[in-house]
Structures are given as structure tokens and as C-alpha cells.
């Protein structure tokens, strides 16, 4: 346990009953966003109220920040951790979308080392990390932000708003060189049975000039490759419209961010 804002409400609903829990929340050092030349680290105790506000998040992970600052409520916030959010691999998280489109890195440490694996393929499945069950989450790494990139997320929340999970939620990640875009991620949640990324779209949005139009092209493709769950928020048609109308508008915004 870390903030305990999934672990808590799993246990109460009967989901889980371990036999024992070990709360990590008082372990010394893991509660930094570390500057590392050329990435940023976000350590298993960084809360989601940091890493909403800090001045290395934004500048560097400017998609998480957003994500951060759109997770649940204030009391969510100050208690759930960045890296917890990550390993809970909720179906419909915000920040996970958003630390795959930035390149992000898991580092997992154990008593025997520690190793990396993308953020992307360390979501294995709904509720399923790519950890052992002697393993920890230390910290994410974001590669930093260069010239010519830009990087935003956009959701519907369930109650409407942005402070709720995602009904549908896209994190977007795009390098432009010459006005046109040479690179990209995009990573979608809600939609899907784990947070994932969008390699059709990015595939579509690479060589274009980022324009309305080469967007919402590249938007349409925002299910491929994705099981669509139907849910109590939405039909499986519905949750497809939503992915490709939050696709077209996270890109547009990562697009306007870079010559922001
Ligand atoms: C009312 C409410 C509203 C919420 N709204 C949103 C929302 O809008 N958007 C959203 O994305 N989330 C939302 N959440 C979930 C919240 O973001 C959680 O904080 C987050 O999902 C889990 O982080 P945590 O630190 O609380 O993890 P915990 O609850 O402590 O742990 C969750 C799981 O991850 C494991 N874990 C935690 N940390 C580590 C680690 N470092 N290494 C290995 N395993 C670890 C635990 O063993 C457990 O299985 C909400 C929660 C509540 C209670």
C-alpha cells in the first residue's frame, strides 16, 4: 500500500483480502521528483496534488501534470500516489495515459535488483501490472521535453466533469521539426481493458502538418487494435465516439502547446 485510495476501496468491496499488508507510505526518500539530466524521476510516494504542480512535471510532463491535477478530488490528491495509480492499472486511470505517451519507464526493485520496463508494456491487463509479488514500483522515469514538442490530456470524467475517472481519457505526445510532426504517442483509457497506447493514430499522425483536418483524420483511428468495453457509462459505440472525439481534441492541444 502507498495512498491506499485503491487498495482501501478494493478491500472494502471484498475485491481483495490480503493477509497481510505492508504500507510503504513512511519509507524515507521515495517521496521526490528528481531531476536526472535527461529525464525526470517521480518516486513510489509522489503524491498525484505534486506531481499536479511541480515545476519538473510541467515542464517536462506537461500531460501528466493535467492528468494529476484531473484524478478524483482533493482528498484523492493528497493521499494517492502517481506510481500507485500506475501499478492499480485501473481500466479507466488518468495518469497512466498520460506517463505512456510521455515514453515514461517503470523501475522495479526487488531484494535481488532492480530492472526497467516501458510504462506501456508494464500495464499488462486490467488490475495487472508487470510485477512479481516480490516486487515494488520505485519510481517512473519521463524523458525530458525537447525543443519542437508539445504534450497534453483531455477527458470526459463519469460525472461529466474532469474530476472523476475517465469515461474516455487521451494523453497526446508530439514532435514537430520543419511544421510538421516527426514524432508521437498517444495513450487512451477508459475506453479500453487497460490504459494503452494508440500506435495506429501516431502511425496516421506522423508526416502530417498537425492541421484540423490531418487530426481528426488520424482521430478516426483511435480504436483500432482496442477492445471496446461496454460499461455502466457507456455503449461500446458510444466509448468509440468518445475515444476518437478526446483523441482529436488531446492532439490538437499537444499540438497548439508546442508553439505555445
Ligand atoms: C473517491 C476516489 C476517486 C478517485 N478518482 C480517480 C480519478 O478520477 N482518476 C483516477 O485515475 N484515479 C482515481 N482514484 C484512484 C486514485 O487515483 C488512487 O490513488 C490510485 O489509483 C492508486 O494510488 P495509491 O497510492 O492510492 O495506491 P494504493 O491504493 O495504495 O495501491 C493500489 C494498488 O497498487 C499497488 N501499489 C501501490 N503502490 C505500489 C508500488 N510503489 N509498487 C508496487 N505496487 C504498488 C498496491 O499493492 C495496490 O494493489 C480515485 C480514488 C478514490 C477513492
Not at 30 to 43: F, P, Q, S, W
Not at 55 to 82: E, F, I, K
Not at 87 to 116: L, M, N
Not at 182 to 189: E, K, P
Request: proline share 4%; charged share 20%.
Amino acid at each position: 500500500m502507498s495512498g491506499g485510495m485503491s487498495l482501501i476501496p478494493l478491500m472494502k468491496m471484498r475485491l481483495v483480502s490480503p493477509a497481510r499488508i505492508v504500507d510503504i507510505g513512511k519509507v524515507p526518500g521515495l517521496g521526490d521528483v528528481e531531476d536526472r539530466g535527461d529525464h525526470i524521476a517521480i518516486k513510489a510516494l509522489v503524491r498525484h496534488a505534486v506531481t499536479a504542480t511541480h515545476p519538473l512535471v510541467l515542464q517536462h510532463a506537461p500531460a501528466l501534470a493535467q492528468a494529476a491535477a484531473m484524478t478524483g478530488d482533493v482528498q484523492v490528491r493528497n493521499r494517492g500516489t502517481t506510481c500507485g495509480s500506475l501499478a492499480h492499472v485501473d481500466v479507466a486511470a488518468d495518469q497512466p495515459a498520460a506517463i505512456i505517451a510521455h515514453g515514461g519507464v517503470a523501475v522495479i526493485g526487488s531484494s535481488t535488483g532492480t530492472r526497467e520496463v516501458s510504462a506501456a508494456d508494464f500495464c499488462v491487463d486490467t488490475l495487472t501490472p508487470d510485477l512479481a509479488p516480490d516486487e515494488v514500483l520505485l519510481e517512473i522515469r519521463l524523458p525530458k521535453m525537447g525543443p519542437g514538442e508539445g504534450a497534453a490530456y483531455d477527458k470526459l470524467g463519469r460525472r461529466g466533469g474532469h474530476s472523476d475517472y475517465a469515461v474516455a481519457g487521451v494523453a497526446a505526445w508530439v514532435k514537430m521539426s520543419g511544421g510538421s510532426i516527426v514524432d508521437a504517442r498517444v495513450g487512451l483509457t477508459g475506453v479500453g481493458t487497460k490504459p494503452q497506447l494508440l500506435h495506429s493514430v501516431a502511425e496516421a499522425l506522423i508526416g502530417t502538418d498537425g492541421s484540423e483536418s490531418a487530426v481528426a483524420a488520424a482521430a478516426e483511428r483511435a480504436v483500432d487494435g482496442v477492445t471496446v468495453l461496454e460499461d455502466l457509462y457507456g455503449s461500446e459505440e458510444y466509448k468509440a465516439h468518445l475515444a476518437k472525439v478526446f483523441t482529436k481534441r488531446a492532439i490538437l492541444q499537444a499540438v497548439a502547446s508546442v508553439n505555445a
